[in-house]
């Protein structure tokens, strides 16, 4: 499987990364430094991920508008994507979901906590309001 992780945290990265490995076999992770990163090197794949992890808070373009743009792109609007921060409000997940995210995930305190959420959010990746 591959996934793509589009943070501009690197140890925020790193944690998806290690989570994922941990929890899954023959795994290959891409990473993005952001939004405008993302799209590039998505738009530019041979080979697209199965599903994108996505920081909702990042400068320059922040996830909201990375959301917005990869699913008006022909090309990779179907990938499902996740969306993470450290909290939502009800109006934003509610917005999200009208964007086309297909799940939320807060990121925990405990970072222990990640791999088991992460397992979670791949295996049930649409969860309606």
Not at 31 to 45: D, P, Q, S, V
Not at 56 to 73: A, F, I, V, Y
Request: with cysteine; aromatic share 8%.
């Amino acid at each position: 499987m591959i996934f793509m992780i589009i943070d501009d945290d690197k140890d925020d990265r790193f944690f998806f990364k290690e989570a994922l490995t941990k929890m899954l076999s023959s795994v290959k992770c891409l990473g993005a430094n952001g939004g405008i990163e993302a799209l590039e090197l998505l738009r530019k794949a041979e080979q697209l991920p199965h599903f994108i992890f996505l920081d909702l808070n990042m400068p320059h373009m922040d996830g909201r508008e990375c959301l917005k743009q990869l699913k008006s792109d022909q090309k990779l609007k179907n990938i499902p994507v996740i969306m993470y921060s450290t909290s939502f409000s009800e109006d934003t997940i509610k917005e999200l979901y009208e964007l086309g995210a297909s799940r939320f995930l807060n990121k925990p305190a405990d970072i222990n906590q990640l791999p088991a959420q992460v397992l979670e959010a791949i295996e049930r990746p649409k969860i309606l309001s």
